[in-house]
Nanobody, 114 residues
Framework: VQLQASGGGLVLPGGSLRLSCAAY????????MGWYRQAPGNQRELVAS???????NYADSVKGRFTISRNNTNYIADLQMNSLKPEDTAVYYC?????????WGQGTQVTVSS
C-alpha cells in the first residue's frame, strides 16, 4: 500500500485546514485509515482514525473540532480541521492499517500561528 498525503500549511489561530490521504495498491479489508501528528520534542500521537465500517476515533484534544471521513470507493481519507489552535502545530502523518500491518505516508506540516 502506498499513501499520498496532501493539504497542510500555515493558518491563523481559529482557522481551518483540510488534509487528504489517498491509498493506492493492493488494499486489504477490513482496514483503518487515520492521522497521527508529531510536534517537536513530542511523541507521535493519534489524531483521528476511521475504520472501513466508518467507526471513528478521535484524540480528546481534537474532539468537536476535527472531523475524519473516508471514501471507500477510492480509499481517500480526509481530515477537516476547524478552530485550529497553536498547539495543533505539528507534522501530520497519514496511516493505513490492515492485516499485513501499518503503512505510513509522508508527513505534511501544519502550522497554526499569528
Amino acid at each position: 500500500v502506498q499513501l499520498q498525503a496532501s493539504g497542510g500549511g500555515l493558518v491563523l489561530p481559529g482557522g481551518s485546514l483540510r488534509l487528504s490521504c489517498a491509498a493506492y495498491g493492493i488494499i486489504g479489508a477490513p482496514n483503518t485509515m487515520g492521522w497521527y501528528r508529531q510536534a517537536p520534542g513530542n511523541q507521535r500521537e493519534l489524531v483521528a482514525s476511521i475504520h472501513s465500517s466508518t467507526t471513528t476515533n478521535y484524540a480528546d484534544s481534537v474532539k468537536g473540532r476535527f472531523t475524519i471521513s473516508r471514501n471507500n470507493t477510492n480509499y481517500i481519507a480526509d481530515l477537516q480541521m476547524n478552530s485550529l489552535k497553536p498547539e495543533d502545530t505539528a507534522v501530520y502523518y497519514c496511516i493505513f492499517s490492515e492485516g499485513r500491518g501499518d503503512f505510513w505516508g509522508q508527513g505534511t506540516q501544519v502550522t497554526v500561528s499569528s
